[in-house]
């Protein structure tokens, strides 16, 4: 096995083992990093946005096994400068339009340093949180509820699943695990609407109703599978879709799935952020007649990766599920009910401390500016929309809801290539945008949303639009 | 709703939403961060390993609602200090012997900040890593094989079983699904073995033979099975097991598992990272029969948490099963198959850069440095070993394999209260471990690993266990 496997010969091994946690070390590399990042900021805007680099580039600029050896600090940043930086997509640029936004800052940032030193907190922020959008006292720990951080939407939903299989299993029977039918609009989380199953129903929208899921059409579905003998177990609504941030009527859905004692959940992934403002409460109006909630905080909430909120109103469903107890894990805390023992809230045992981040930005941006910082997102948002809306080249595709656009370039503008606007303006490298397609139409979707996008960038991110459709039709 | 809703008219909120990712703020507050970490850590011996405070103490000392005006990054520091250290048991303390060690290190630590600002590098780290433990080429992205960095052992156990599970219906029929059972022993990790699931098989394990699942019990329980008409879909074998690091024989079982047309997943959870040496190699032969095999960098490999490494033999079989792919994710690169596309690897869409942290680690210290680091653990273990068997009162209840001693205070010593010793020892705060029981004896799980544990704070140890002992029998 050549040089990684010298011959080894027990107390004959090299001392050379320094202090992993040397307080002083720490300390003198700590700065060098943060000096490091706080440059990456600054300089920010002179990188292109979009990644420049073949998709393998990195594994030839790479040794192509581990050093033997320490590597100081100096050497590992300068690689990470001269070889990392060229290949990433910059989600912190203020041109980043792509996806949902990633919206980072210094509260969030240092949250997660601090957070890899220490582990509690985690339900008196949840609570504030549930205070700020509104949810109900039944949701809260201060009520009979609770949240749990965990990471991702797709954990929030698979645990909720999990606990919603389990409830409706122990009414009609396990052998009926086969009858149970999920619900969603064909707009919902694509990880969900993704799973090749056939008991999951992915309800059509339509452009002319904006995407909602209606409760029309979910009853008319659920009343099919009834009738066939199956068994409506959960519904997926969704507040603010991925491609069009979409907002499903919960309450009409939840008077529905009410009928047929059914788990609802709310995937309010991206547009969560944007309830804790009063104007923008009313799309999550008849939360209370919900199961479970969640949002990503680390989506549109200036909050790193991973952070995703997840609020129950029955905890026991989840912990039923999800509880694990073996003989090591027992403590007299645990035992004593006191505490909320999460790791039977959630799919993994170990977890991380998510909630100093999120505590951190809370504190220290106050929920006033918070609201004011995505204030200032849809504001940005509604500029684009006027200027796509004053050039009739262009429309707007859907109305929008929060600070997403989506437009296109009107098919009278441009005969073919529908998708090669979008290619043009990105393959640049000073602006970054993703695409959808609802009802057969390319549609381009503008997220505004990265922390340091101001006015120019949103201003400049049309121009680049407007000159990439001229070229394009000049070349015709 | 109160002072959290006041009335709110468009564009006459405050205009102080300052840049949120301003560098020079990001520098300042980052630099401060950094020492009081460093502070932290210098002053680790200090504070009590096992937090000492009542589990609700810290919802009485924070306000019920987050703040609406911004706070000082000082205030906030200043709350931490005063209110969160209190409550923390401090897992990287040298004084910590519970559980499994979470061994954190200055590059694990750097590379989990440095990673909240980029993401690339996964597969090159991993192939590193997988060429450290000696996997073969098949496991390796130079090979047929790749490595993914999940966050848990029960995201990788999922993950992998929801591939057995289409592999295995892919062959007998979907209708057969209720049919395919999974096998473990009964040491199995818990959050796989806790499932309330009629399919799952703990098959029993002994003392006399070190709690390993023996080939010979696993081809009996699967004989039953498949007697009764159902199908053994797959096996999770164990490297260094949580009770009492049992290592199960991966070659024989492997040979089981074939004849089944099995999958066989490989969680060495704690004791992989063991395997980089040459001199515990030995306990992952057979390697390469398995299909899939992880390890938790975060348990002993000097990284925070999460970060468990998993590789698999066949991508195809994971991807075809966890795979997303709606429009609004594509693009040249994934679409062009030249890059790993690492969310259709895993539960979730969303994903953070872990690698970082990982290769940080592999790079500021060198191969042979991390095996040094380990070898020093494990020489401690044995030191506290020979401790135990010095004195009759006490006895080392299974082999050792690694850094952690299972003992007990012999029946004959203590006749009554087998876990007084462990509560008096842990409620001194001087160090922590924890217990399991196996075959119905009280063992005391002593997990040397923590980073800045050194010979004086296990031997310090062993006398604080000696003089609980002695005091308990003083007072009979």
Request: hydrophobic residues 40%; charged residues 20%; glycine residues 6%.
């Amino acid at each position: 096995m050549g040089s990684l496997y010298p011959h080894y010969e027990e107390e004959n091994y090299s001392s050379n083992t320094a202090n992993l946690l040397n307080p002083e070390e720490f300390r003198r590399q700590g700065h060098m990093i943060i000096d490091f990042i706080a440059d990456y900021y600054q300089n920010m805007e002179k990188y292109p946005v979009l990644s420049q680099v073949q998709p393998d580039y990195l594994a030839q600029l790479l040794p192509k096994s581990a050093p033997n050896i320490p590597e100081p600090i100096e050497t590992i940043l300068h690689d990470i400068q001269q070889y990392i930086i060229p290949g990433i997509t910059h989600w912190q640029s203020p041109n980043y339009f792509a996806y949902f936004p990633s919206s980072g800052s210094i509260a969030g940032f240092l949250g997660e340093v601090l957070s890899t030193g220490f582990n509690v907190l985690e339900f008196v922020t949840m609570d504030w949180l549930g205070q700020m959008l509104g949810l109900p006292q039944s949701f809260l720990f201060s009520g009979t509820g609770g949240g749990v951080i965990q990471g991702t939407t797709c954990e929030a939903i698979l645990c909720t699943l999990v606990a919603a299989r389990d409830q409706m299993l122990a009414k009609v029977g396990r052998e009926n695990m086969g009858k149970l039918v999920i619900y969603g609009s064909d707009q919902t989380h694509s990880k969900v609407a993704g799973l090749e199953c056939k008991n999951f129903r992915a309800i059509k929208t339509m452009r002319s109703t904006a995407f909602q899921l209606s409760a029309e059409s979910l009853r008319t579905t659920i009343r099919l599978d009834v009738e066939a003998g199956l068994i409506p177990a959960f519904l997926c609504a969704t507040i603010g879709t991925t491609s069009t941030t979409a907002v499903d009527p919960i309450r009409s859905l939840s008077e529905v799935t009410k009928e047929y004692g059914m788990w609802i959940h709310v995937d309010a992934a991206y547009a969560g952020s944007a309830c804790i403002c009063p104007e923008y409460r009313h799309f999550i109006d008849g939360a209370e007649n919900v199961n479970s909630f969640s949002f990503n905080a680390h989506k549109w909430f200036f909050t790193t990766l991973d952070c995703c909120c997840l609020w129950v109103k029955d905890p026991g469903a989840l912990t039923k599920s999800l509880s694990a107890s073996a003989e090591f894990l027992k403590n007299n805390a645990s035992d004593s009910k006191q505490v909320v023992d999460y790791k039977d809230w959630q799919i993994t045992l170990s977890r991380r401390f998510r909630s100093m981040k999120l505590w951190l930005v809370l504190r220290s941006y106050g929920v006033e500016n918070l609201r004011n910082f995505l204030r200032s997102h849809v504001k940005m948002a509604k500029r684009f929309q006027q200027l796509v809306e004053s050039d009739n080249r262009f429309e707007v595709v859907v109305p929008r809801n929060f600070a997403m656009v989506c437009f296109r370039v009107l098919p009278t503008t441009l005969k073919k290539e529908p998708n090669g606007c979008k290619k043009t303006v990105n393959a640049s490298g000073k602006i970054f945008m993703t695409h959808t397609i609802v009802e057969g139409i390319y549609v381009i979707r503008i997220a505004v949303g990265a922390t340091l996008t101001e006015d120019k960038h949103v201003i400049k991110a049309w121009k680049v639009v407007q000159e990439t459709v001229g070229g394009m039709l000049a070349t015709i």
